[in-house]
């Protein structure tokens, strides 16, 4: 069996002796006996040694298929993770620390904390930043639980959003007991005769649309958020943080929380997690916005220091008034995503959103040109799209034969994404099976 | 230190993607952000160093004691690292079709079956991302329990004075009325208040055991007993649960659902504030009421997350359960325990527990008359442990105990360390009665003095270059 506990079979007697027990168990006396587990009751495996660990769990790993060519987001997305990211995030300190409680012995985590704000502020142009919570789709949930007032509790939800999101804000709403409302899409986009329909009954929190949209398009961003103003509704984006690079800001865009899906920064795809939910609001809204904020001041000698700041918000001190829970949040990811902007720098940014959006725009034109292919919506896209095609499980099937991952069945054909890591050779490759496929 | 910002150097970058080897595409410029991108232009030795430089100032499990109380700062095995970065569990996509993710599933599914068995619970979900993720979670779980019973009357949910803050807030957000109960004067549940708040209105009980103050609530069986009599469900919060695995199990002691800390009991690292994982189990009559991804298995449940949750951190999890295994878990617990009686042991005589009894995994101080004493407060003494490279316990919690301090030294400190750490705090004992002045001070040889929060509150500078 394996163990980590350090103390001889001596020395934990010398410990027991030393409090005055003869027995192990004479620490539980006070546990109802009849509760006690017997020797060995527990049911599971018997221990191992490392070496026999690594061999279990890798021949675990090793039942997935790693895709060579990954041609699917859908909210999850491979992007190229720069080297130096993956060493600064694994040193031993970054990853064992806690909280930073202490601030006199947890400066370097408090100033990563404030970096990844600031960038966040920069990427998104809001004001500020939170430290993080969990994900996209609960960074949502947040946005519209801080949006609610006292007369206006009914968030609207996207159709055209991620159906994650949807499902969380729903569950998130539905705790509360308040209402979520669906905003139905045309062609593909969100509609907006009807959110200016679901407006009018001036009940409405918040309105929360995805940038670009679960289906890739570019929503009339900036326009959606004069609509939601004008019937006297906050705004909630949620964006693709590469997109935010070259596309304009929620800030531009009016917006009076961004939140969204921080995993592009940085992250691996890791069967979903972890992620990191990015979360950043106006000035007037400081105040309340959830989780943890790092802000700077001086200590007693006039040195430059980080805190966290802002507590009154939190649940430590609210309690049942506290607008949320959150405590723990995705701290080591948001240093991903500091390291990871930080190494690609604004050009390196800007470059991996074109990037990506240029093999999107090439593979779809050159799909296109199959017989029988076609796109179903004719709205600018970002780095995904749908298409509709015959035989799409054997086309699918065919490419992953080939280690392509190709794009993700939906209700109105195949959601494709390529981005700035698939050269196009892998695309040319992709296309010719499809051809093939469909010849 | 310099921010990263202040580093930066017009032009200077690091050499990352091939150029583009399709033909560019314009998207329309009515979708362009006008604003300048002002992120900083570095070369990648100025980031090593930037980095290498915070990490110098950040205190981790593997830099040193770490007994901060309710976090369980137990070693993070390297060895879960390495497994977690395997190719096979980091490249796989959430949405991949089923057949090529065979490995996570399996992964999930053990990690499940292990986690079910030690908490004695029957199902659960891996999708929470952390504690208060998961006590949310959890009390979806006896809502939905109870509306489907078209039981709406059940509006209260009771929590102990002594609780996390978490408690209520999670309360608060599953849309309960919050009903505080007192503590008995031995730290545990007073069951005549317990009585008194249960009712036809009574949906639930939170409760963690041991509770915050680290004592085990003998009266366990009987407290669950009424609640269920009262026809309200039991949550078990599982911050302290790496006092009993393997020892008692939550299921056994009348809980109906449960969270799990990975990222404490289980080993799993806290990576300066997360990521974590609140695993959520619970009893078969719940299990249709657990959270899935509308995504990847369809519409018709609550949602707490996208996808599966933090799986990586759900591997690491399971790697220290297999390692462990059936004998290992125990002794985990039980050396936890040990070593905190111990701890408690070496210190009494100077500082004080505020419950002089066997404690489970943590045992909190109370400085109250050392305070009167002395004028050194709890505050003070954490600040002073600093100097001697050792993370202060954490501090007045629970609010029950006016200077408290919290000590959870794990099972993973050699006794060399706990005689070490003994030492420290009965020196500083002495030192608050010989130079009281020194310990308002501390630290003294920190990477800052004390910071002045209430400037930083009043004030927020939460952004390099802000303009107001």
């Known amino acids: ?439 | 230190m310099e921010l990263l910002f202040e580093k930066s150097v017009s032009g200077r970058k690091c050499s990352i993607l091939p150029p583009c080897d399709v033909d560019s595409y314009q998207l329309c410029s009515c979708t362009k952000r006008e604003l300048p991108l002002d992120l900083p232009q570095l070369s990648e030795i100025d980031i090593t160093r930037h980095y290498s430089a915070l990490n110098r100032r950040t205190h981790g499990v593997n830099n040193g004691f770490y007994p901060l109380g309710s976090c369980t700062m137990k070693y993070n095995p390297r060895i879960n690292e390495e497994i977690a970065a395997l190719p096979g569990f980091t490249g796989i996509h959430p949405l991949a079709p089923a057949y090529s993710t065979e490995g996570c599933r399996e992964a999930l599914q053990l990690a499940s079956k292990y986690l079910c068995e030690i908490s004695g619970m029957d199902d659960m979900t891996f999708q929470p991302a952390a504690g208060a993720h998961g006590e949310f979670t959890g009390v979806m779980l006896i809502k939905q329990y109870h509306q489907a019973k078209g039981d709406t009357a059940r509006t209260k949910i009771i929590v102990p004075d002594s609780a996390h803050g978490t408690n209520p807030a999670t309360a608060a957000m599953c849309g309960f009325e919050i009903v505080n109960i007192a503590s008995a004067p031995d730290g545990c549940v007073d069951l005549e208040s317990l009585k008194a708040a249960l009712g036809p209105d009574t949906a639930g009980l939170m409760l963690t055991n041991p509770n915050t103050v680290g004592i085990f609530d003998k009266n366990i069986l009987e407290i669950t007993r009424l609640v269920h009599e009262a026809g309200g469900l039991c949550y078990y919060d599982g911050a302290n649960l790496n006092a009993v695995m393997g020892v008692v199990r939550p299921g056994d002691m009348g809980f109906d659902c449960i969270h799990m800390n990975l990222h404490k009991t289980f080993s799993t690292p806290h990576g300066g504030g997360g990521p974590g994982a609140g695993a959520v189990g619970c009893k078969q009559f719940l299990a249709e009421y657990l959270p899935k991804s509308a995504s990847m298995d369809g519409e018709g449940h609550i949602q707490v997350r996208s996808f599966a949750g933090n799986f990586l951190v759900v591997v690491r999890a399971l790697a220290y359960i297999m390692f462990l295994g059936k004998e290992g878990i125990p002794e985990a617990s039980t050396n936890a325990v040990l070593n905190a009686n111990y701890l408690m042991n070496r210190i009494k005589g100077t500082f004080e527990p505020a419950f002089d009894v066997t404690c489970m995994h943590e045992f909190v101080l109370d400085l109250g008359n050392f305070e009167k004493e002395t004028g050194v407060s709890a505050l003070d003494v954490a600040k002073s442990l600093i100097d001697y490279g050792m993370h202060p316990p954490t501090m007045y919690f629970p609010l029950i105990i006016h200077e408290a301090l919290m000590l959870e030294p794990t099972e993973t400190e050699s006794k060399e360390t706990l005689d070490w750490a003994a030492d420290i705090f009965r020196k500083l004992y002495d030192l608050g009665h010989e130079d009281p002045q020194y310990m308002h001070d501390a630290p003294h040889h920190a990477q800052i003095g004390r910071p002045d929060d209430t400037e930083a509150a009043r004030h927020p500078v939460v952004r390099w270059n802000q303009q107001d």
């Open chain 1, 1 to 439: 069996m394996g163990s980590y506990v350090p103390s001889t079979k001596e020395q934990r007697w010398e410990m027991l002796h030393a409090i005055g027990m003869e027995n192990i168990m004479d620490l539980y006396k006070d546990v109802p006996s009849e509760m006690i587990l017997p020797e060995g009751g527990l049911n599971i495996p018997e221990g191992m040694s490392e070496l026999e660990l690594t061999r279990a769990l890798t021949e675990v790993a090793e039942k997935n298929i790693v895709f060579k060519t990954v041609l699917r987001g859908a909210g999850a997305y491979d992007h190229y993770i720069p080297s130096v990211v993956k060493s600064i995030t694994s040193k031993e300190e970054f990853v064992t620390a806690y909280t930073p409680y202490q601030a006199e012995m947890s400066q370097g985590v408090l100033q990563s904390i404030f970096e990844y704000q600031t960038m966040i502020c920069q990427l998104t142009g809001m004001y500020v930043s939170n430290a993080s919570v969990y994900d996209g789709a609960t960074a949502a949930a947040e946005a519209a639980a801080m949006c609610k007032s006292r007369k206006k509790t009914v968030t609207l939800v996207s159709a055209a959003a991620h159906p994650d999101t949807i499902n969380v804000v729903k569950t998130y709403c539905y705790g509360t007991g308040d209402e979520m409302r669906v905003v139905p899409a045309k062609n593909g986009k969100t509609d907006l005769e009807a959110l200016k329909e679901m407006l009018a009954a001036g009940d409405v929190a918040s309105v929360y649309i995805q940038q670009p949209n679960f289906n890739g398009l570019i929503e009339d961003a900036e326009e959606i958020g004069k609509i939601a103003h004008e019937a006297g509704a906050m705004y909630i984006m949620g964006c693709n943080p590469i997109s935010l690079a070259i596309m304009k800001t929620p800030a531009e865009c009016g917006a009076d929380v961004a939140v969204g899906e921080g995993q592009p920064l940085g992250m691996p795809l890791a069967y979903g997690g972890p992620y990191l939910g990015f979360m950043a609001t106006t000035k007037k809204n400081m105040r309340n916005i959830p989780g943890r904020i790092v802000g700077e001041t001086h200590d007693k000698d006039g040195n430059r220091a980080y805190v966290l700041t802002l507590q009154a918000r939190e649940q430590h001190i609210r309690r049942e008034k506290a607008s949320s829970n959150i405590c723990s949040n995705q701290a080591l990811c948001a240093m991903t995503a500091a390291v990871y902007m930080a190494t690609m720098g604004p050009d390196g940014m800007a470059d991996a959103a074109n990037q990506s959006v240029a093999k999107a725009h090439y593979l779809a034109k050159h799909l296109c040109e199959i017989p029988g292919v076609s796109m179903v919506y004719d709205g600018e896209f970002f780095h995904e799209f749908v298409t509709s095609m015959p035989k799409q499980d054997e086309v699918l099937a065919a490419l992953e034969k080939a280690g392509i991952l190709g794009g993700l069945p939906v209700a109105e054909g195949v959601l494709w994404c390529a981005t700035e890591k698939v050269s196009k050779n892998q695309l040319d490759r992709a296309i010719a099976i499809v051809k093939e496929v469909l010849a």
